[in-house]
Nanobody, 123 residues
Framework: QLQVAESGGGLVQPGGSLRLSCVVS????????IDWFRQAPGQARERVSC????????NYADSVKGRFTITRDNARNTVYLQMNSLKPEDTAVYFC????????????????WGKGTLVTVSS
């Protein structure tokens, strides 16, 4: 059974930084692309970023491009999202999810979502 555990969220001031972590089990993380999503209260879920199985290819939403960086350590079954220059608009619950293929296709596995980790950006 696919399981995902997100961590690293918290309360930060605008302009601050956080590093989110996602540990994936139930599948072999090295075989799959991994996405980060976020959902703010009353808003639709947004795909923030994706990283290919090898880590050599990444995608970012326009809203976070230049501020967020996705990386992965397959030996640790972990994907990271480094978030810099945080804005109040970044406030959301952040989720990660494996995709179905090695590359970032947008086809996300739906069988198991984690609880997410809450990021709050406020002064």
């Amino acid at each position: 059974q696919l399981q995902v555990a997100e961590s690293g969220g918290g309360l930060v001031q605008p302009g601050g930084s956080l590093r989110l972590s996602c540990v994936v089990s139930g599948v072999t993380p090295a075989y799959y692309a991994i996405d980060w999503f976020r959902q703010a209260p009353g808003q639709a879920r947004e795909r923030v970023s994706c990283i290919s199985s090898s880590g050599r290819s990444t995608n970012y939403a326009d809203s976070v491009k230049g501020r967020f960086t996705i990386t992965r350590d397959n030996a640790r079954n972990t994907v990271y999202l480094q978030m810099n220059s945080l804005k109040p608009e970044d406030t959301a619950v952040y989720f990660c999810a494996p995709e179905l293929y090695h590359y970032c296709s947008g086809a996300v596995r739906e069988d198991s979502w984690g609880k997410g980790t809450l990021v709050t950006v406020s002064s």
